[in-house]
């Protein structure tokens, strides 16, 4: 049980790191266009890379938070089954979808990987105002979905321990 503890204590930080960046993007995703409308209003000029920012840093915060939102069964799901069942029934059936999410993020993960090599590969760069590789824009996938299979091994492991709180509030203390 102290290997879950260190776990936990392990991706508490790993998701206070990723909430704290995500809020950064997002915070930069608003501030491009309120900046952009500043620089048009006193230049008369615009700078289209200001208005192109914020739809390539999307995938930045959608990504790397989906092992946060599986970790507090905050994503969307339609669970039936686990009304109806009580006990050991219930951890059954909720230790195999989380199977299922950790086989799948694991696969989504290596697949995007290689997704990024094939685009790395290509050598491709962006159409923007500042060029850069295209393959940037999608490694937010497998980190994101490394990630996701991260927290589903957690929730995965502690679900089978009967440690695992159904509903949690987002934040490492769980308020």
Sequence with gaps: MRFLDAYKKFNDALESLIVGFTGLVILAIVALPFVATVVRYATGEGYTWLAESPPQLVPWVVFPLLGVLLRYDRHIAVDVVPHYLKGRWRTIVRVLVLAVC???????????GNTVLFFRQLGQMSTTEFEFPLWMLYVSYPVGFALAANFCLEALLQEAAGRRDPVREI???GT
């Design 171 to 173: 934040g490492p203390t």
């Design 102 to 112: 950790l086989v799948s993020a694991v696969a989504f993960g290596l697949f995007g």
